[in-house]
């Protein structure tokens, strides 16, 4: 069965469009995530309205914003802050319907209190699904070192539009649990997969193998799993991004709208 690939638009506009002339792919689009494109809202909106009918793109998932936010804040002021532009973001993927819409969990694990935390968090996106809950939203690991808290945000959320984003090579360089265990305890979370790869020391966004992830170990999971997720692929070139698209080709993941 076709599952839904989108792509990063880490290369150009002309590039993306000749990826989904030749693959039916879908663009997961990051100018959402950064505040001061969201200053004027309208006119990115139009924007990329504009710009997915010049790529005849049909599929769109949003990266929603992160920095200098956190949805645990203690200070009202970064609090607040958090919860608009996130709901600018997530105005802005309903106005050009898009399939749904990334967030990063925002936490920096030295400087963020492991206690706690994923009861704040839980209360943070409890409350923002009363008002936000039409389009799925997917939580994604950067920075987080225990995919036991993520767990917990989830299991406290508890709602069907709120689910996982695993970022394999975010927690391959950032954290010392191994990837095989991120994927047990988060694998009946997960509804999409940010697909790169590294060697470890960095987010360094390679194509599938150039770097030591054991993407096939991975692969092998997610092709088990009764609703396999939706794939995002994040490499930083034209060549790479083929490289990735044809691993997840050849384990049977065309793509497609699943």
């Known amino acids: 069965m076709p599952i839904m690939i989108y792509i990063s638009n880490l ?10 002339a030749r693959e039916n792919l879908g663009i997961e689009t990051i100018d959402f995530s950064i505040g001061e494109n969201l200053d004027d ?12 009918d010049s790529m ?4 769109v998932s949003i990266h929603g914003p992160f ?20 709901s600018q973001a997530y105005r802005a993927a309903m106005a050009i319907g898009a399939d749904k819409i990334v967030f990063h969990t925002c936490r920096i694990p030295l400087v963020n209190y492991s ?14 699904l009363e008002n936000h809950s039409q389009l799925p939203i997917c939580l994604e690991n950067v920075f987080d ?27 391959h360089c950032f954290s010392s649990v191994p990837i095989t265990e991120w994927v047990d305890v988060l694998g009946p979370y997960t509804s999409h997969v940010h697909v790169h790869d590294n060697l470890g020391d960095r987010d360094a966004h390679l194509a599938v193998g150039d770097g030591n992830l054991p ?7 997610f092709q088990n799993m009764s609703q396999p997720p939706t794939w995002t692929i994040e490499n930083t070139s034209l060549k790479d991004i083929r490289i990735s698209l044809d691993f997840l080709k050849k384990h049977s993941f065309p793509a497609g709208p699943s």
């Open 11 to 20: 290369i150009s506009d002309s590039q993306l469009a000749e990826l989904l």
């Open 41 to 52: 809202l309208s006119r990115l909106i139009d924007l990329w309205r504009r710009r997915m």
């Open 56 to 59: 005849h793109c049909t599929h």
């Open 67 to 86: 920095l200098d936010l956190n949805p645990t804040s203690y200070d009202s002021y970064i609090y607040q802050a958090t919860w608009n532009r996130f």
């Open 115 to 128: 206690q706690g935390w994923a009861e704040r968090m839980a209360n943070f996106w409890s409350k923002f």
């Open 145 to 171: 070192d225990n995919p036991k808290l993520l767990k917990q945000v989830l299991k406290l959320v508890e709602h069907p539009h709120f689910t996982f984003c695993l970022d394999a090579a975010h927690a």
């Open 215 to 221: 993407w096939e170990d991975l692969i092998t999971h």
